[in-house]
């Protein structure tokens, strides 16, 4: 930090001022003949000393109307009893040692009592605004601690452009690339020795900084009171710097002021520091500045950033321009964010919910618009998985399938709520309904006393040929699901294993028919093939008994379609059964029949897995003895 001794000459006096109490004295061996009041603090001084730097006491001293008792009263001179206290000393010669906190109030002072070189040579005027622009506008450290002293001192240190000389200094350094100048990156950067120099004005160091990163000034800047920070950002902006540092300074800042962004230490947050000093009101309309200033670039500040900004911004109920803004920009970026930041509370006086559901559909309706809005179609099933464009969709769908399955159990959840969120996305953005169907079976059990309709009207979102083969599994058996889905996941079930079954067929055919020509060339072969033609009668043997055993399913597959069939015309018998005591006991009847048929249906559906796997497996080593067996031959010929 840049100093210097000030004085009237070289031979300045030493100190010769005491206090007593609220009063300072000059003892100087002379009585004092002045007497200045600057607040509660008086000065008990002499005319000449005073008269010979400064126009403005000069002329008081000769408008007094008492000469012997000359009483002054400087009531509103900047910095108070201590800026004069430090003119006084300069006007009597004793050494004054600037610094950056202090330089400010000496220049405004000396402004104030017009200390200019046409009173005194070398005056106040002259010596602070050299140390001012030779060593405190030079140093990041000394600009900035001169730039939080404007904030006491004004509006005359607006007046004279001192802050606006201390923000120019600093929005200069911060916009500087740290790896091409040693300034002002010296003061914070790593200093190596010996290796590499760099150029100090014209000057080889020596010495080779470390590497630094662009949010160097981060914490620095941080310091500062907001109006005079959001002016430096501003004058960064219009010098070029980039919107990433702009964005991650602003995070910063928000993170060390707002209470609501510090509480997961996991996030390498600052300390709370300054939050403690600002009011709730101060800090509303923070965080409204904040959202104002903010780059509206995707990316820029992270998902979690914003979500917590977002939950802060409800808690403090800031306006709701700055809501709708901050859920927008969630919304842009809604593929990044995680399931634990989207859980925001609803703070609500009504308590409609524990968790805000209008709030996220809002931002889910943002990230739609923009999905449409960059030409978002609606590819077919096959293409999804594999469609770099689709990856955010894909990402969200599964962000709230698994924020459904949270929320779900909240009993004040109504259906409406919970299926118009479920139902916002578009179809292709789910490659497996295995998520939405989890979450809607946690909601049926938690809401237990749900009616059959509105739990019918749930399970329409669900698509039975998107759904795993354990999801499959684990629906057939669930007793909170409706019969019709219970039918239906059955139904697609066994079409699966019907086309699972038709390529196995597909592929004993062709290894058959590739048999066929090795079984003729054995009859021909000598005794040395003998060997060879043994295997292959084998193959064929075995390959006779799996189409024995592929006949065999095919007719049980028959059976299980026909109880299949017989089932949907229960179900359409069930709904047209007449009310009444007749028709009650033969819906029961019926529906205990249905049930039978389940049960069976799923029983056969295990053996017919079970058989399905044995069945590939003798393929698979048919298909091996096949191949070796053409590798002999091919080595014989």
């Keep these: 930090m840049g100093s210097v001794k000030l004085g009237s000459n070289s031979n300045s006096k030493p100190d010769a001022f005491t206090r007593r109490g609220q009063a300072w004295f000059c003892t100087t061996g002379l009585p004092s003949d002045i007497i200045v009041e600057v607040g509660d603090m008086s000065f008990h001084l002499h005319k000449f000393p005073l008269l010979s730097k400064s126009d403005i006491l000069g002329r008081l001293i000769e408008e007094s109307p008492d000469q012997d008792e000359c009483i002054i009263k ?43 070189e046409e009173t005194a040579e070398d005056n106040l005027i002259n010596q602070t605004e050299t140390f001012f622009n030779q060593v405190v506008l030079r140093s990041w450290k000394d600009s900035l601690e001169a730039l939080k002293a404007c904030d006491a001192l004004l509006p005359h240190a607006e007046n004279l452009h001192i802050a606006k000389r201390c923000v120019e200094s600093l929005a200069a350094k911060a916009s ?4 091409l100048f040693g300034w002002p990156v010296s003061e914070h950067g790593v200093m190596h020795i010996p290796g590499g120099s760099i150029l100090w004005n014209g000057i080889s160091t020596g010495a080779k900084l470390g590497n630094c990163s662009s949010d160097w000034w981060y914490d620095d800047a941080s310091s500062l009171s907001f109006p005079t920070y959001k002016r430096l950002i501003s004058t960064m902006e219009s010098r070029g710097t980039k919107e990433e540092i702009i964005a991650g300074s602003l995070t910063y800042y928000a993170r060390k002021c707002l209470p609501g962004l510090n509480r997961r230490q996991s996030t390498g947050l600052v300390p709370l520091t300054t939050a403690a000093s600002l009011s709730e009101e101060e800090q509303r309309h923070l965080l409204e500045d904040i959202d104002g200033m903010l780059p509206l670039q995707r990316g820029l500040v992270s998902t979690n950033v914003l979500l917590w900004l977002l939950r802060t911004s409800m808690i403090l109920k800031v306006n709701r321009a700055c809501i709708s803004n901050l859920e927008k920009r969630v919304g842009m970026q809604l593929d990044k964010a995680t399931l634990e930041d989207l859980l925001l509370p609803n703070f609500s006086y009504t308590m409609d919910t ?28 096959d293409d999804v998985m594999d469609s770099p464009s689709l990856a955010p969709i894909t990402a969200v769908a599964k962000l709230i399938d698994g924020y459904l399955a949270e929320i779900a159990p909240d009993i004040n959840l109504r259906p409406p709520k919970f299926q118009s969120l479920a139902a916002a996305l578009p179809e292709y953005a789910r490659p497996l309904d295995d998520g939405l169907y989890r979450a809607i079976d946690v909601y049926l059990k938690a809401h237990s006393c749900l009616p059959e309709s509105e739990r019918e009207q749930l399970c329409r979102l669900i698509d039975c040929q998107k759904l795993s083969l354990e999801a499959c599994t684990h629906a057939a058996q669930n007793e909170r699901l409706p019969l019709r889905v219970v039918v239906q996941v059955l139904f697609f079930e066994q079409l699966q294993l019907r086309t699972s079954i038709a390529g196995c067929l597909m592929v004993s055919d062709n290894l058959e028919g590739s048999s066929l020509p090795l079984r003729c060339s054995g009859a021909t072969t000598t005794s040395g093939e003998a060997g060879a033609g043994w295997v292959t009668g084998a193959a064929v043997r075995e390959n006779q008994a799996l189409r024995a055993g592929m006949d065999s399913m095919r007719q049980r597959l028959a059976e299980l379609e026909r109880e299949c069939s017989g089932m949907r015309q229960d179900i359409r018998k069930l709904g047209c059964a007449a009310p009444g005591k007749d028709g009650w006991a033969a819906r029961v009847q019926r529906m205990f029949n249905l049930k039978m048929k389940l049960q069976m249906c799923s029983t056969e559906e295990g053996k017919m897995s079970e058989r399905h796997r044995s069945v590939s497996a003798k393929l698979e080593k048919l298909q091996a003895k096949v191949a070796k067996h053409k590798e002999h031959l091919s080595i014989d010929a």
């Design 74 to 116: 400087l009531s509103d001179i900047p910095g108070g009893a201590k800026s004069f206290e430090l003119v006084a000393r300069f006007c009597y010669g004793v050494k004054v040692e600037l610094s950056p906190a202090n330089v400010v109030h000496l220049r405004c002072a000396a402004e104030y009592l017009q200390m200019t």
């Design 176 to 179: 500087i690339d740290p790896d």
């Design 354 to 381: 524990l968790y805000n559901v209008e709030c996220v559909r809002r931002i889910l309706d943002h990230f739609l618009a923009m999905e449409q809005s960059m030409g978002g179609g609606s590819p077919c099933l």
